[in-house]
């Protein structure tokens, strides 16, 4: 049977896929210099491509919570690390 015609399903959404389907016993407790805010969050800021502090500045709080694993603690801690740092939180 001739398989549907429609839009291609892009890499992203595949890597997205693929990132979820994993355990977080397989990701790293700890990213670069980011302080330890639980697998899944990790996990989340990964998938971005969010390595540094510097980086989770320039998101903001409101791009950090809406993405699925990073919850009010994560920002929290994220947010200290920043402040101890001397980087600002972007709006």
Not at 12 to 21: G, H, Q, T
């Amino acid at each position: 049977m001739p398989r549907a015609s429609g839009p291609r399903v892009s890499r992203d959404w595949e890597r997205s896929a693929i990132m979820l389907a994993m355990s977080t016993r397989r990701l790293p407790a700890q990213i670069g210099d980011l302080p330890p805010i639980g697998r899944p969050a990790n996990g989340a800021l990964l998938e971005l491509g969010v390595t540094t502090l510097a980086q989770v500045g320039a998101m903001g709080e409101r791009a950090l919570l809406a993405r699925h694993g990073i919850g009010p603690k994560a920002v929290r801690l994220l947010r200290e690390a920043l402040e101890a740092a001397g980087i600002e939180l972007a709006a």
